[in-house]
């Protein structure tokens, strides 16, 4: 006796049609729940800097935020020292975006805030030993002329960029951007990488919150804008929103304070060596 499956050959069609949708969205489900193993600061340690000075001993409140040049000199000789190598963000989203891991032993150092410094950083510190820096940068703290403002002009991003820095957005005002109204923080999204995008020469895809403030909101308002990487203060414990579907939006940086010696940052270095 035939079965309905033999009389009817589209039963069978339709059957092997359930059947394949099943096993695709089985597949669907099995991939969604795997943890999500490239995630930007997993692939590559990304350090955060602010200032490299020599005054932090005398401004506590500044104490996390400045390195001294001997400790950020010894900082870079002991990467390659151990065979480490800068890239940029641009660098990791063409790997990412070519389905390419980034080359072992890549690390990204970021300078926040476009002090005039950055320009002594880039050609005393980096250049000398090959290594490229990004640099974060809000754009209403820039200048159109050199000023002595303390941050950086147009002029001189132009300089960072053009010795082979690279320059990312950190906003216009530097604002906490979870606490602003839906206008502005578009306002603070676009505006700044349009007017950033003038100058570098290079289309501007990431951002870093200022504070590190973040939350779903403005996760999803650095997206909306067209941004493929929100970057985070430090290493702050980011579970209350889910990783595995912000992660290229919460990416974690570390932290090198005043009185952190080369110890601390080659332990810094292994921790992430071991995510
Ligand atoms: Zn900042």
Do not use: C
Request: proline letters at 5%.
């Amino acid at each position: 006796m035939k079965t309905a499956a033999q009389k009817q050959p589209w039963f069978g069609f339709y059957a092997s049609a359930a059947l394949f949708a099943f096993a695709l969205s089985a597949l669907l489900v099995a991939t969604n729940a795997a943890p999500r193993k490239n995630h930007p600061d997993m692939l590559v340690p990304i350090v955060m800097y602010h200032h490299v000075g020599d005054w932090g001993k005398a401004n506590s409140d500044w104490a996390p935020y400045v390195v001294k040049p001997q400790e950020f000199q010894r900082q870079l000789d002991w990467l390659l020292a151990n065979q480490f190598h800068t890239i940029t963000f641009q660098e990791l989203l063409a790997y990412e975006s070519s389905n390419m891991r980034p080359p072992a032993h890549s690390v990204i150092l970021t300078f926040d805030d476009g002090w005039a410094e950055d320009v002594d950083i880039a050609k005393n510190f980096l250049a000398p030993r090959g290594m490229r820096g990004v640099f974060f940068v809000y754009t209403g703290a820039v200048a159109q002329q050199d000023n002595g403002s303390g941050y950086v002009s147009w002029n001189q991003v132009r300089q960072l960029e053009e010795a082979g820095q690279e320059v990312q957005s950190h906003t216009v005002s530097h604002s906490p951007l979870d606490t602003l109204a839906p206008s502005r923080l578009q306002f603070e999204m676009i505006n700044s990488r349009d007017e950033m995008q003038a100058h570098v020469g290079h289309p501007v895809e990431v951002l870093a919150y200022p504070f590190g403030h973040h939350d779903a909101r403005v996760i999803q308002a650095t997206r909306d804008a067209g941004y493929k990487l929100g970057i985070a203060a430090d290493d702050e414990p980011v579970a209350v929103l889910p990783r595995e579907e912000w992660g290229n939006f919460q990416v974690r940086r570390f932290k090198v304070g005043y009185g952190d010696g080369i110890d601390v940052f080659a332990a810094r270095m292994a921790e992430h060596a071991q995510k």
